[in-house]
Antibody, heavy 122, light 106 residues
Framework: EVQLVQSGAEVKKPGESLKISCKGSGYSFTSYWIGWVRQMPGKGLEWMGIIYPGDSDTRYSPSFQGQVTISADKSISTAYLQWSSLKASDTAMYYC???????????????WGQGTLVTVSS | DIQMTQSPSSLSASVGDRVTITCRASQGISNYLAWYQQKPGKVPKLLIYAASTLQSGVPSRFSGSGSGTDFTLTISSLQPEDVATYYCQKYNSEGTFGQGTKVEIK
């Protein structure tokens, strides 16, 4: 069974750093691109960026380029999303999701993580 | 950048009604379009990919159509469990989502 299990909710102060995780299982983690999606409170879905764990090829939405870093450790089948200096406006639910076809980004997401709620408040 | 615009933003319909949601791309995207359902407090779920292919396990009352710039998601007979927000997403390059359509029961 394909599963993406994300790390737990975080409460941070502005200016702090954070790294959240997404662990894949039940499939070949290195063969499928993984994406990160933001959902701010009461708002829609925003595509942040993607990574291919096989070679760590990474692409960012222009809206998120320079604001976050996406990485992966294929030895433990885990993708990461990190911030170096959080802002209150980073408060949101963050989802990881797997692309439906192996080695392809020209496809939809099929499996999603359960989401990680990040709250940034002084 | 290609923008995805959904309409309406929300709708209210009766159980058994036929419901149609529209998604328009600002440039042609062939059939590189998916639809997702997000129930309140839940994770998004893939309904349809390649504009019209039903994901395994999704009820047949859901269908999708369109190509190029104009796409539709149709629920042939609305059920109480279909209360959700529905999002379209293009995926030919950056995977931009539409702003969502909230579906409620009248």
């Amino acid at each position: 069974e394909v599963q993406l299990v994300q790390s737990g909710a975080e409460v941070k102060k502005p200016g702090e750093s954070l790294k959240i995780s997404c662990k894949g299982s039940g499939y070949s983690f290195t063969s499928y691109w993984i994406g990160w999606v933001r959902q701010m409170p009461g708002k829609g879905l925003e595509w942040m960026g993607i990574i291919y764990p096989g070679d760590s090829d990474t692409r960012y939405s222009p809206s998120f380029q320079g604001q976050v870093t996406i990485s992966a450790d294929k030895s433990i089948s885990t993708a990461y999303l990190q911030w170096s200096s959080l802002k209150a406006s980073d408060t949101a639910m963050y989802y990881c999701a797997r692309f439906r076809r192996p080695k392809s980004t020209v496809t939809s997401f099929d499996y999603w993580g359960q989401g990680t709620l990040v709250t940034v408040s002084s | 950048d290609i923008q995805m615009t959904q309409s309406p933003s929300s709708l209210s319909a009766s159980v058994g009604d036929r419901v149609t949601i529209t998604c328009r791309a600002s440039q042609g995207i062939s059939n590189y379009l998916a639809w997702y359902q997000q129930k309140p407090g839940k994770v998004p779920k893939l309904l349809i990919y390649a504009a019209s292919t039903l994901q395994s396990g999704v009820p047949s009352r859901f269908s999708g159509s369109g190509s190029g710039t104009d796409f539709t998601l149709t629920i042939s007979s609305l059920q109480p469990e279909d209360v959700a927000t529905y999002y379209c997403q293009k995926y030919n390059s950056e995977g931009t989502f539409g702003q969502g359509t909230k579906v409620e029961i009248k």
